[in-house]
């Protein structure tokens, strides 16, 4: 079975600085996507960025950002320019090409500090 | 349009009761998610429907967790003789074409089982 680990609980940030989470996975599969979402306070959860496994260039959402390393297996985002509003839980999370089904990781809760 | 809309927000109830969520997903979105969320983990997937037929159950946990979805668009997540292992966050989540559409997840319900 796959899995998504999250090696950070929790990061800290400075406001305007950037942050990088951790992400790994451990699948057999060739076809698969990736995400990153982030659940604020608010108990939502939006979808940050996502990745499919057969793109080699990296995602990019505005001040968001991934790392993907497929060999290693590991899918890291980037954070530029840190806000306030950025602070929330961030969940990576897995989906097998066709399964429909996305496998999450334990979450990583960052703070941005003023 | 509206987003997903989960009632209730809230539900307590006492073990050994029968509970109902309900989901109601974007219209139009011919693909519904469960997913249960525990206290510090990310969300773990139960089932998913596209229009009225269920998919994939492999994620209800046993036999007193069951989802239909009668007409394609409202779902409901019915747990029999409640336990107090089934407190958690249930989420919903719909997309309109899944994995190339992002899934859009409701604000949740949050279940206390006393």
Known sequence: AQTVTQSQPE??????????????????????????YKQPPSRQMILVIRQEAYKQQNATENRFSVNF???????????????????AMYFCAYEQGGSEKLVFGKGTKLTVNP | GAGVSQSPRYKVTKR??????????????????????ALGQG?????????????????LPNDRFSAER?????????????????????RCASSSNPPYSPLHFGNGTRLTVT
């Not at chain 1, 985002?77 to 602070?87: E, V």
């Not at chain 2, 050994?16 to 969320?37: K, M």
């Open chain 1, 69 to 87: 390393q497929k060999a290693a297996k590991s899918f890291s985002l980037k954070i530029s320019d840190s806000q306030l509003g950025d602070a």
């Open chain 1, 11 to 36: 990061m800290s940030v400075q406001e305007a600085e950037t942050v990088t989470l951790s992400c790994t996975y451990d699948t057999s599969e060739s076809d698969y996507y990736l995400f990153w």
């Open chain 2, 43 to 59: 969300p773990e997937f139960l089932t998913y429907f596209n229009y009225e037929a269920q998919q994939d159950k492999s994620g």
């Open chain 2, 70 to 90: 009668p007409e394609g668009s409202i779902s409901t997540l019915t747990i029999q003789r409640t336990e107090q292992r089934d407190s958690a966050m249930y």
């Open chain 2, 16 to 37: 050994g009761q029968d509970v109902a969520l309900r989901c109601d997903p974007i219209s139009g979105h011919v693909s519904l998610y469960w997913y249960r969320q």
